[in-house]
């Protein structure tokens, strides 16, 4: 049950941000309490795709009109239109109304990007948002903004920002050489290959993420799941002739491997490398 008292808010300089998470019945009712939801601000949508039961997120902005109806009023006419699957919003605003056309812009284009750049959810934008032009300094601003909002968004619940494979995110933080020169060495990468795939992959801490740039099988054997057929059909936009395009994060071991093989495979003992099976690692 959602209490209008429980957004999200963190100081930052001169303002507040408010990030509200908010259930797609009571947006409404709490529109009409709330006057600060229909503030200038953007907007993320969450719900699961009912093509491929992929998590779905939008990314939106929206400012004050002269009816009064804001960021809140443009979510609820979202109802019209073919967003009908989402199921939560979250709103971001600032108490005192900070951000005008050019800076909900800007916001809207960084939230966007790193939603697409994550790769956690499918992002139902139809187009990337247009950048707007904002000052050196305002810019830097609104970076410093992002990186807290992008912080309380995940403390929400919503990951939708956060890189599926953990070591990119250590990798960043390591100085060294080594790394930047092969951000991905050193961290576990695990094999699994046979004649007609060759997958490279890590377990993380939500499962299992098959990297970027594995082949997987295009056909299935008789034994393979039929899950598999449809978890090709909903990661088509990760794939190029059967090639992952980027990663793509499975809730298990096992799961990635029958995705990779076509087949009926167990996790724990598919992927190895030179030192060990998954299942001593």
Known sequence: MYSKDC????????????????????LKELAQERPDLNHNG?????????QDDRTTVYVGQA????NGNGTAGRIIEHDNDRLDYYTHAVIITTSEDYFGPTEISYLEH???????????????????????????????ELDEFIEFTTIAVGSLGY???EPIDDAKNIDKKDSS??????????????????????????QTSDGFVVLSGSRIRKDQTISCPPSREQKVKSHQ?????????????????????????GRSSNGLTSWKNSKMLLSKS
């Open 237 to 261: 936009d990760a794939l190029d002739n059967f090639i992952t395009t980027k990663d793509i994060l499975f809730s298990s071991p096992t799961t990635a491997a029958v995705f990779v093989s």
């Open 159 to 161: 990951k939708v920002f």
């Open 7 to 26: 957004a999200c808010i963190e100081s930052l300089f001169q303002f507040k941000i408010h990030d509200w998470p908010i259930p797609r019945t009571q």
């Open 63 to 66: 400012r004050s009109r002269l």
């Open 42 to 50: 953007v907007y993320l949508l969450f719900g699961t795709s009912d």
């Open 177 to 202: 050489s080594e790394s930047k020169a092969n951000p991905v060495s050193n961290n576990n990468i695990l094999s699994f290959s046979g004649s007609d795939f060759s997958a490279k992959g890590r």
């Open 110 to 140: 960084k939230f966007y990007c790193l939603a697409v750049e994550s790769g956690r959810y499918l992002v139902a934008n139809g187009n990337s948002p247009s950048r707007g032009n904002v000052t050196e300094e305002k810019q830097a």
